[in-house]
């Protein structure tokens, strides 16, 4: 198991979008911070004005400081974003699970997110058990005693009726016994 976790921007605003980030949060804080990078703070900021999941987000003073990129590592994100379908017009698209990435590797630790083209190049990269989405959480959580399978079915729907998409390997309708 990874000692540290980095949180990705769509995984954090899934929380955050169901008002229950403090689930996120609760999971993060059993292992060691930081749990997101600068580039997934920037993501994060930009939405600050017009969304208020970011707002929470932003607000939230467990998460701490995002880490910060080596400049010896730039050319290894920058890869990595190119790997992810690259900048886009911004130069920005896919930066922050670039980074995610990349510090997830440096630093022999995981990736938490919902972008499935992230967590496939993860688990190819780092390996499976380096890679988690929502649903991990949730089950960890669960597992943990920290929620209630009928709460993280709660908190799931949740994400999915704010109009979100978790990663198209879980089905449509989950039931309370697909988090146990």
Same mark, same amino acid.
């Given at each position: 198991? &990874?000692?540290?976790?980095?949180a990705?921007t769509v @995984? +954090? ?5 169901a !008002?229950?980030?403090?689930v ?6 059993t292992?060691?911070p930081?749990y997101?990078t600068?580039?997934v #703070?920037s993501?994060? /900021?930009?939405?600050?004005? =017009?969304?208020?999941?970011c707002?929470?987000i932003l607000?939230?003073s467990? /998460?701490? =400081?995002?880490a910060? $990129?080596?400049?010896e #590592? +730039? ?7 190119i790997?992810?379908?690259g !900048? ?5 698209d #896919?930066? !922050?699970e670039?980074?995610?990435i990349?510090?997830?590797?440096? *630093?022999?630790? !995981?990736? $938490? @997110?919902?972008?499935?083209a &992230?967590?496939? +190049?993860?688990?190819? %990269? ?7 989405d @929502?649903i991990?959480?949730?089950?960890? =959580?669960?597992r943990?005693?920290? $929620?209630?399978?009928? *709460? ?8 999915r009726?704010?109009g %979100?998409? +978790?990663? %198209? $390997? #879980?089905p449509?309708t989950?039931? =309370?016994?697909?988090?146990?």
């Amino acid at each position: 198991m &990874a000692e540290r976790w980095y949180a990705d921007t769509v @995984t +954090l605003q899934h929380f955050a979008h169901a !008002g229950r980030l403090s689930v996120l949060v609760n999971y993060l804080i059993t292992f060691d911070p930081p749990y997101w990078t600068r580039a997934v #703070h920037s993501e994060v /900021l930009a939405g600050y004005e =017009s969304n208020e999941a970011c707002r929470d987000i932003l607000a939230s003073s467990t /998460l701490a =400081s995002p880490a910060d $990129i080596p400049p010896e #590592h +730039l050319v290894a994100v920058f890869q990595t974003q190119i790997a992810l379908g690259g !900048g886009g017009v911004s130069g920005l698209d #896919h930066l !922050g699970e670039a980074e995610c990435i990349v510090l997830a590797d440096v *630093e022999h630790c !995981g990736v $938490i @997110t919902d972008d499935n083209a &992230a967590y496939d +190049l993860v688990s190819r %990269r780092l390996g499976p058990e380096r890679a988690q989405d @929502t649903i991990d959480v949730l089950r960890a =959580s669960v597992r943990a005693g920290r $929620i209630d399978a009928s *709460e993280a079915k709660q908190v799931a729907d949740g994400i999915r009726n704010t109009g %979100r998409h +978790l990663r %198209r $390997i #879980h089905p449509m309708t989950l039931l =309370s016994s697909y988090f146990e």
